[in-house]
């Protein structure tokens, strides 16, 4: 199949095919007596697991290491691994997530409710202070202001 039915079946640009082609994520193909590429089925199939892989987090290297070098020779194991792999990192991304959700929540708060009647400079130490209290800021060391 010519590289614009492919990019149209896939929905990935052709200059999007041509570049993992260029980078060896897939294999490259021959060329047709007039110069044009001519992709068999299979690489649909390829481009949506890449695709897929894009969307969870693999970078494009990490893609290239896990795809079989031929059709029927995909590395069950290390797929698996590398699959576990990326859900473990996703847990301690959302886990990274959540605290930062957390001490932005605080640091609004703080900001929202400090006292009306400090001055400026006072309001900042305030809401420092809060943010020191509930583990958003580190405390500061001794002997420091």
Request: hydrophobic share 35%; aromatic share 4%.
């Amino acid at each position: 199949m010519k590289i614009g039915k492919l990019a149209e079946l896939s929905g990935l640009s052709a200059s999007r095919i041509r570049f993992y082609e260029a980078s060896g994520v897939i294999k490259a193909v021959e060329r047709t007596a007039n110069g044009y590429r001519d992709y068999p089925s299979e690489a649909l199939t390829i481009l949506e697991i890449i695709a897929s892989a894009q969307r969870a987090g693999f970078s494009l290297e990490q893609i290239r290491h896990l795809l079989p070098t031929d059709q029927g020779s995909w590395q069950h194991e290390s797929l698996v691994e590398a699959l576990k792999q990326k859900v473990t990192e996703i847990e301690e991304m959302q886990e990274r997530l959540n605290q930062n959700r957390a001490q932005l929540l605080v640091a609004i708060e703080s900001i929202e409710n400090r006292p009306a009647n400090l001055d400026c400079s006072d309001r900042k130490e305030w809401v420092l202070g809060r943010l020191r209290e509930n583990g958003v800021v580190p405390e500061r060391k001794k002997g420091s202001r």
